[in-house]
């Protein structure tokens, strides 16, 4: 069973930065589509930036520019670097893991942006 942690949310200051990171159990991880998504209260879960097995990525206009996708098979782990942020960033970010017709969630991280 794959699971997904998330962490690295937190408060920061408009145009600060924050690194999330999300770490996948099991053995999958390598081949899997791995998507940050966020979310805040009454809205729709947003697509943020995907990453493929092969390392091509995809933001969304929102993000372009500012945030970047990254991963480490080594590591099982994926990462988002969220630089010059802004306070409608504010939301829970989630990961997501993809391969075949297997999807997994993380429980999600919050991230402040606030002076």
């Known amino acids: 069973q794959v699971q997904l942690v998330e962490s690295g949310g937190g408060l920061a200051q408009p145009g600060g930065s924050l690194r999330l990171s999300c770490v996948a159990s099991?053995?999958?991880?390598?081949?899997?589509?791995m998507r940050w998504y966020r979310q805040s209260p009454g809205n729709e879960r947003e697509l943020v930036a995907s990453?493929?097995?092969?390392?091509?990525?995809n933001y969304a206009d929102s993000v372009k520019g500012r945030f970047t996708i990254t991963r480490d098979n080594a590591k099982n782990t994926v990462y988002l670097q969220m630089n010059s942020l802004k306070p409608e960033d504010t939301d829970v970010y989630y990961c997501?893991?993809?391969?075949?017709?297997?999807?997994?969630w993380g429980q999600g991280t919050q991230v402040t942006v606030s002076s």
């Open positions: 997501k893991l993809e391969v075949g017709l297997t999807r997994r």
């Open positions: 099991g053995t999958i991880f390598s081949i899997a589509v």
């Open positions: 990453i493929t097995s092969g390392g091509t990525t």
